[in-house]
């Protein structure tokens, strides 16, 4: 398999920096439109002007003699402190607490900054330490980003932002940058983030891409060098595709209302996601990079190329285009690279009964006596199943495990009256000690386990059983629910999509 980055390279859709700079950034983006991306103040005013939601700042230093007259004590616990014309991230300080009685800040990494700390990075940023070419520069304070809390799981501290390129009114490609513990708490990918292409249609997450780092020391040229990941890269392992962005239609309204008021017509929009005030825009970008097509599997020349030109009405038309055009691109790529099909949360699964050896001859005589129409036994069952990734180990409804034959074992778990539910874990494991090994004795019993199940935590017996998911066959372990009113007969947990991709978009949205 060719890495990421060489697959992009060699299509024929995918849009270099040449030819980004040529024919889409030198005859769209006026200098006078420019200059509005590169000056962060100028940005945020205009956009506040237009009712676009950005981050609150509480104070500007533009010069030597402001820093000496700061009121430190009056500065909020948490603020983030930016240079104005800094690039690709630098310079920017993020404190997430204030020391209690002092005049210290805490930042990400835990470390604190005092007083002399701040002055002397913001005579940094006046000097122009940060600056594009070393100019003179403006330092501001602005509020913190709090973290959205359904991706706050997957960044390590800092905040992710989710870039949307627009062209002609059109959000054309979009993806979620994940800070790191590599980049330090950056959503920058070239500091070690993490790049996870997102569908336009869906707003669903669909390939993560991270940059192989111990390739730079021994090949200097291949800096832009990634590979295909599945989890994140802390001790969590969280899978990454199928994350339904929140506010993901909003997301694509504010980044056409950017490029209307910028002037940009090839715009960057990064847009973060705050726990109490939604989408905010974080800068905007006249020079937008193109790292963002490895992400996506997907060029962006094509693209470019299918809505230049086309009469665009507003947001909602521009919306519609996107989605009818672009959504759901990358899923044939990513079965071809990953070598996985991909799931959607409900699916049909088959399922083997019992072996006849194991069921006693009795209860095949009471189950055909109840199913007159069957010449047979127990038989393969064909049912829906939902496919849920907040669980570890499969479940199976007590109907469907009746039905293939388990009815035996669940009777035999009955007659040991085992309470129906425990005050806590450690009780329940406790009582689970003392009566384990006779549960196991059972023979279609090959575990007993503590789960939680409506707010209840309760014993449950585990069987082992065969099913065919998507056409491939899994033999698996399966715990058997307490609860009779399951939505679906089964739910397929994380140990047994191993070989799979999920795909939310398939069946519903979770926002």
């Known amino acids: 398999m060719l890495p990421i980055v060489q697959m992009i390279k060699n299509s024929r859709q995918t849009l270099g920096l040449n030819h980004r700079n040529a024919v889409y950034i030198r005859p769209y983006n006026k200098s006078k439109f420019k200059r509005i991306a590169d000056d962060k103040l100028l940005c945020k005013k205009i956009l506040s002007r237009n009712n676009i939601p950005t981050s609150q700042i509480y104070k500007v230093i533009r010069n030597h003699d402001q820093l000496d007259s700061i009121k430190w004590e009056e500065l909020p616990k948490s603020f983030a402190l930016k240079p104005n014309i800094g690039t690709g991230g630098s310079g920017i300080i993020v404190v997430y607490g204030r ?91 070239h500091a070690g983030g993490i790049g996870v292409g997102i569908d336009i249609a869906t707003g669903i997450t669909t390939v993560a891409i991270h940059r192989i780092s111990n390739l730079l020391t021994c090949f200097p040229g291949m800096s832009d060098m990634y590979e295909i990941i599945e989890n994140t890269l802390d001790e969590n392992q969280l899978p990454i595709s199928g994350i339904q962005i929140p506010h993901w239609r909003e997301i694509l309204e504010i980044a056409i209302k950017c490029q209307d008021v910028s002037g940009l017509k090839f715009l960057g929009a990064d847009i973060a996601l705050d726990r109490d005030k939604g989408p905010l825009v974080f800068e905007l970008n006249a020079r937008s990079g193109i790292a963002i097509q490895t992400a996506n599997l997907s060029g962006m020349r094509d693209r470019l190329e299918r809505i230049n030109g086309l009469k665009i009405k507003d947001a909602e038309h521009g919306i519609r285009i ?190």
């Open 322 to 511: 996107a989605k009818n055009l672009f959504g759901g691109e990358v899923e044939d790529e990513i079965k071809s690279i990953s070598g996985r099909n991909i799931l959607g949360l409900i699916e049909k699964a088959i399922f083997q009964p019992v072996p006849p050896t194991e069921v006693p001859v009795e209860e095949v005589k009471k189950h055909k006596k109840r199913n007159r129409k069957k010449r047979s036994g127990f038989t393969t069952i064909k049912t829906k199943v939902r496919i849920n990734t907040g669980i570890r180990t499969s479940k199976i409804s007590p109907i469907l495990a009746t039905r293939l034959g388990f009815r035996p074992a669940l009777d035999f778990f009955k007659n040991e009256e085992i309470p129906d539910s425990f005050q806590s874990r450690d009780d329940a494991r406790k009582y689970l000690e003392s009566v384990k090994e006779k549960l196991i004795g059972h023979t279609n019993i090959v575990d007993v386990v503590i789960t939680v199940e409506d707010d209840k935590i309760s014993i449950r017996p585990v069987i082992e059983i065969e099913i065919e998911l998507d056409e491939e066959n899994i033999k698996t372990q399966m715990i058997i629910s307490n609860r009779k009113d399951m939505p679906y007969s089964a739910e397929i947990g994380r140990n047994d999509l191993k070989n799979f991709l999920i795909d939310t978009s398939k069946t519903f949205s979770l926002h």
């Open 99 to 189: 020391v209690k009685n002092s005049l210290e800040w805490i930042r990400t990494d835990g470390s604190t900054l005092n007083v002399n700390a701040l002055k002397n990075h913001i005579s940094k940023i006046l000097d122009g330490q940060f600056s594009m070419g070393n100019r003179k520069d403006t330092a501001f304070i602005e509020e913190r980003v709090i973290n959205d809390p359904l991706l706050k799981k997957y960044s390590y501290k800092g905040v992710p932002d989710i870039r949307v390129i627009v062209f002609n009114r059109v959000p054309i490609m979009a993806e979620l940058r994940l800070p790191t513990a590599e980049s330090r708490g950056a959503a920058n990918l």
